[in-house]
């Protein structure tokens, strides 16, 4: 299966993009996955409420565009339905089995998705009632994504 992850913006922290490249090598035996950065637009000093559903809408058109259109789909959204490692393990397993070629993860900038990269969406995830920066989401997912590839080969992962 491959797993393509779009998210919003760059990494900036050498740490966070570490990390991140450390949990790609270790998925490598089990899932081909893929980055795709999507440009964050630009601010310019304080933003209104308006300026954040226009950033919002012209990031999610860029989303959209890098969605193929057979590609199952998740959004990370603290909205979405919160999942333990072992059931997010189980919907990746069950992505596999149902022979699902190719699934997207969609990682949104600081002003979150929009409503028309919201509706392409066939599950939405929260990681977190939590709030997390867009760069550190990537981590985490990383991390959680492999520790559901270890649960479903039965192999150890720390409780």
């Not at 490692?85 to 089995?97: K, N, P, V």
Request: charged share 30%; hydrophobic share 40%.
């Amino acid at each position: 299966m491959q797993v393509r992850i779009i998210a919003v913006g760059k990494i900036k922290e050498k740490f966070l993009s570490e990390g991140i490249a450390e949990y790609e090598k270790r998925l490598g035996p089990y899932l081909n996955v893929s980055f795709c950065e999507i440009t964050e637009e630009k601010k310019r000093g304080a933003i209104k409420e308006g300026q954040v559903s226009a950033q919002k809408e012209r990031e999610g058109e860029r989303i959209l565009a890098a969605i193929p259109d057979q590609a199952y789909v998740v959004v990370l959204d603290v909205r979405g339905k919160e999942l333990s490692s072992e059931s997010f393990a189980a919907r990746i397993r069950d992505l596999q089995l149902a022979g699902t070629s190719q699934v997207i993860f969609v990682i949104g900038g600081d002003a979150g998705l929009s409503d028309k990269v919201l509706a392409r969406a066939a599950f939405r995830l929260s990681l977190s009632p939590m709030t997390f920066t867009h760069q550190m989401v990537r981590l985490i997912f990383m991390e959680q994504l492999y520790r559901a590839c270890r649960i479903n080969n039965g192999e150890p992962y720390h409780k």
